[in-house]
């Protein structure tokens, strides 16, 4: 088990200094500068896809460290990263991760700490996001909530009575992969019917594709690149093949959603990501399907909302909060 | 927001003592005195079913109480209740609940706090159970488990790092409720296809009926007032009817515990509850069946297995532990 180098952590001494937030995404990680408002003064951007060494990778994002520091000429109080296949007990990105060339295991926690002499600490980028939520966003004094980003795939974070559930090997919340239909569409992971297979961006493209072709593509439009992105903006001009996808990825997502809360019972859920940009026409049949699929006992009780964090800066502010999980 | 009026409760103090556990069922109300080795020395039974009136019916307990006090002459540290509907947060026995003749809300810890004179805490029985197995059964030094109690319904306990998950109004772990096919089966609950309308005591009795009827009831039995016991016994003498029952059973809960493990990424899954009884005809196949629906990045990390808590002791013993959710 890693064992943070910082045992004696002063966490009021640390609350006084900036803290660099670290969002490794497949296509950009960015580095950011965070002060102690939660505002994300400065940022620095490296193509993750141009590395295939572990090393080099953490030493550059160390060296962003560094030049923002100088920059700026503050003290950094912590370092966090959010990272796809995360281990938070290692501090290490497990090998063999999906969007990352790089192949082997790669200890950031270990190489920045000896780089930078500053605490560091690796989580999920949902687990990221729900402490973001947390600290700066809606679910600030909130102890009950789950978090659920939208993208790619579908990632959670639950926060119950006051803690971020991590679980025996710190992969709880996986609610992508809640079966929905035992014999539901193919998923990445091999199984069928996952709540991702419908309510990723992929899910959604899936589920215009087969509504278009149901309707002989009805209003003519070119389906093979498209992205959730342009179908959330036909969704806004009134399309009405758009409109019925948004309205079905909805259905799909609240019996998730209610099954989530049958299990955490939380008072907020909190969805981010892409997909939800597309606002009411996701948004309204969503909350009409919950309140549908909520179990009685828990009727008035619980709220859905879209985050209220700037896209961009949630998930470093996010990654700048997780050296709290450490103590 | 109910207030132990204990506030100073000295652990250490308390563990020298013998503590109370009172398991409410829908027929009877067992009341235990557990010693501080967590053994059931002595209990005394009241006929749930005979009390209409709350107050009177709490009165009785505590002079239960007073007379297994007395008669062993020892001191009482503290007092936990398990029973259905309850509310851990107000200490008091919900209105209306299903299994009771009393329909008013019953302010239990209230009244056998004031009575007895000693700390006393209320919960529901699965939650009860699950601390049982954390402090006497099988889950002892154990951070990361689900109990699942199989009965006339489906109950939950997940323990996650190291706590009970109590949720935002004291409702987490209603695993019964998820649902498992949005079109499935009918549910008291009002919804569908939930996870206790196919592997409850009447879910599995369900299954039996569809399938005698399916097969013309090929070997003549009575199906009217079959119970799930009926069926464990069938299934034990190599009935196939009986044996095809628990594999059906089995794969509809392997699917359920497959989610739950999305959720809370635990180390042990343990049930427990009349339909268990049956033994391998329903954990052999539910073992196969979870490896099969379990999301690979689980795989190894986790056990299902049966509670070897006595089935008489372990809903007083648990409720006797109660008292360690107050500290």
Not at 77 to 102: D, K, Q, W, Y
Not at 132 to 161: M, P, Q, R, W
Not at 236 to 264: D, R
Request: glycine share 10%; aromatic share 6%.
């Amino acid at each position: 088990m890693y064992v943070c180098i910082f045992k004696d952590l002063n966490m009021l001494e640390q609350m006084d200094k900036y803290v660099i937030g670290v969002d490794i995404g497949g296509t950009n990680t960015v580095i950011g500068l965070v002060n102690k408002e939660g505002k994300v003064v400065s940022r620095d951007t490296l193509a993750t896809q141009t590395y295939t060494d572990g090393a080099i990778f953490v030493m550059d994002i160390a060296k962003s460290i560094i030049k923002l520091k100088s920059f700026h000429d503050v003290e950094i109080g912590s370092v966090g990263v959010g990272a796809p296949n995360a281990n938070f007990v290692s501090g290490c990105i497990e090998s063999n991760t999906a969007n990352l060339r790089i192949k082997e295991e790669i200890p950031i926690c270990k190489i920045l700490e000896k780089e930078l002499n500053v605490p560091t600490v690796l989580s999920n980028d949902a687990d990221a996001a729900a402490i973001g939520e947390h600290i700066y966003g809606s679910a600030k004094n909130c102890s009950n909530f789950i978090l659920v980003t939208l993208g790619t795939g579908v990632g959670s974070g639950f926060f119950a009575d006051g803690h971020l559930i991590h679980g025996h090997n710190c992969m709880a919340g996986e609610l992508g992969h809640l079966t929905l239909y035992p014999e539901g569409r193919e998923c990445s992971c091999g199984r069928c019917g996952c709540l991702e297979t419908y309510t990723s961006a992929r899910g959604i493209c899936q589920t215009f594709k087969e509504l278009a072709k149901k309707s002989n593509n009805i209003d003519n439009i070119n389906t093979e690149n498209i992205t959730s992105k342009d179908i959330g903006e036909l969704a806004n001009e009134g399309n009405p093949l758009a409109l019925k996808t948004f309205e079905i990825t909805a259905k799909y997502l609240a019996i998730g959603l209610a099954n989530a809360v049958t299990f955490s019972n939380p008072e907020k859920i909190i969805l981010m990501g892409g997909p939800t940009k597309v606002g009411a026409p996701l948004l309204i049949p969503l909350k009409r399907y919950f309140k549908d699929n909520l179990l009685f006992i828990y009727e008035n009780s619980v709220t859905i909302e879209f985050s209220q964090l700037d896209d961009n800066d949630a998930a470093i502010l996010g990654a700048a909060a997780l050296i709290n999980l450490k103590n």
